[in-house]
């Protein structure tokens, strides 16, 4: 499975991104996906996971992103997305999305998010 994380760059704070995820070599439609970030000298958290449903998705974030960060998916794809809003320098930090639900797979190279006056 491939991994390939995209749309971070430098943004003020109060700005916004929209961060995408690429997966190849899995069906991805049944997976738990999430975005983990990891901040320098800090250990790689999840900000956000998204579950199928009958129906539709289900997601969940962490309290620190919570109103402010979207997470979202397209099966047919098999991307997941998050814009990311309101964007505080807090959240600088490398991006990365991968299984949450199960072993994760290969992790991608991720791409960074500095948010910077």
């Known amino acids: 499975v491939q991994l390939v994380e995209s749309g971070g760059g430098l943004v003020q704070p109060g700005g916004s991104l929209r961060l995408s995820c690429a997966a190849s070599g899995t069906t991805f439609g049944l997976l738990v996906m999430g975005w983990f970030r990891q901040a320098p000298g800090k250990e790689r958290d999840l900000v956000a996971s998204?579950?199928?449903?009958?129906?539709?998705?289900?997601?969940n974030y962490a309290d620190s992103v919570k109103g402010r960060f979207t997470i979202s998916r397209d099966n047919a794809k098999n991307m997941v997305n998050l814009q990311m809003n309101s964007l505080k320098p807090e959240d600088t930090a490398v991006y990365y999305c991968?299984?949450?639900?199960?072993?994760?797979?290969?992790w991608g190279q991720g791409t960074q998010v500095t948010v910077s006056s």
């Open positions: 998204v579950a199928p449903i009958r129906g539709g998705s289900r997601t």
């Open positions: 991968n299984r949450v639900d199960g072993p994760s797979f290969d």
